[in-house]
């Protein structure tokens, strides 16, 4: 956790929760070391709204796309916070990589396993990802929904799920139980949509 994180947090934080009204249930789920954090991605500003609704104190890194990064002035502030680039459409060894090196670290890192911005469940599949880097470094997967597209002064509830840990039966997980398991978190996020945290 950098001193420039703490600093952004302390200014963003007040802003964000005024724009975007948030209520977080279940944040209880997070373990206190390394867990891979898997959410919906309905908006730009999900993983915004995510890393500030949780403790300052969190260590959260966020995996985004690299496109973000090729813009001045902001791919050198995404660096600063934490946040590292992935390619997304193949596989990104860098990336697999750096996010292995920051689970086994015991930090968090957040992930959008559909690799885009979905309106539904069902538009996108699961990355297989996620499954090999929860396998590879033996944390667990968190399911988040955070919502639909975040609109300005609408209340938002973003729901942290119970751990979820593949079955895997080798060292490395399958073809296919990379895609039962990336499927399985998935459906828990989306299952995680009934939850109203305003009642």
Same mark, same amino acid.
């Given at each position: 956790?950098?001193?420039?994180?703490?600093?952004?947090?302390?200014?963003?934080?007040? %802003?964000?929760? &005024?724009? #975007?009204?948030? *209520?977080?249930? /279940?944040?209880?789920? $997070?373990?206190? +070391? =390394?867990?891979? !954090?898997?959410?919906?991605?309905?908006?730009?500003?999900?993983?915004?709204?995510?890393?500030?609704?949780?403790?300052?104190?969190?260590?959260?890194?966020?995996?985004?796309?690299?496109?973000?990064?090729? %813009?001045?002035? &902001?791919? #050198?502030?995404? *660096?600063?916070? /934490?946040?590292?680039? $992935?390619?997304? +459409? =193949?596989?990104? !060894?860098?990336?697999?990589?750096?996010?292995?090196?920051?689970?086994?670290?015991?930090?968090?890192?957040?992930?959008?396993?559909?690799?885009?911005?979905?309106?539904?469940?069902?538009?996108?599949?699961?990355?297989?990802?996620?499954?090999?880097?929860?396998?590879?470094? /033996?944390?667990?997967?968190?399911?988040?929904?955070?919502?639909?597209?975040?609109?300005?002064?609408?209340?938002?509830?973003?729901?942290?799920?119970?751990?979820?840990?593949?079955?895997?039966?080798?060292?490395?997980?399958?073809?296919?139980?990379?895609?039962?398991?990336?499927?399985?978190?998935?459906?828990?996020?989306?299952?995680?949509?009934?939850?109203?945290?305003?009642?």
């Amino acid at each position: 956790m950098t001193k420039f994180y703490r600093i952004i947090y302390t200014i963003a934080a007040p %802003i964000i929760h &005024l724009l #975007f009204p948030c *209520r977080t249930v /279940g944040l209880e789920h $997070v373990p206190e +070391g =390394g867990a891979l !954090l898997c959410a919906n991605h309905a908006s730009g500003w999900d993983p915004i709204v995510i890393a500030l609704n949780m403790p300052r104190e969190a260590r959260l890194t966020v995996m985004a796309k690299d496109q973000l990064f090729r %813009i001045p002035v &902001l791919g #050198f502030l995404l *660096r600063k916070l /934490g946040i590292f680039p $992935v390619k997304r +459409g =193949g596989n990104d !060894l860098t990336a697999i990589k750096t996010a292995m090196k920051v689970l086994g670290g015991g930090n968090r890192l957040l992930v959008f396993p559909e690799g885009t911005r979905v309106d539904e469940q069902g538009e996108a599949e699961a990355k297989g990802g996620v499954t090999m880097m929860s396998a590879r470094t /033996g944390v667990p997967m968190i399911p988040i929904y955070c919502g639909g597209k975040h609109k300005f002064l609408r209340r938002t509830t973003i729901v942290f799920g119970e751990p979820y840990i593949p079955v895997i039966a080798g060292r490395r997980p399958t073809p296919d139980e990379n895609r039962t398991a990336a499927a399985e978190i998935l459906n828990r996020i989306y299952a995680l949509s009934e939850v109203d945290g305003w009642k």
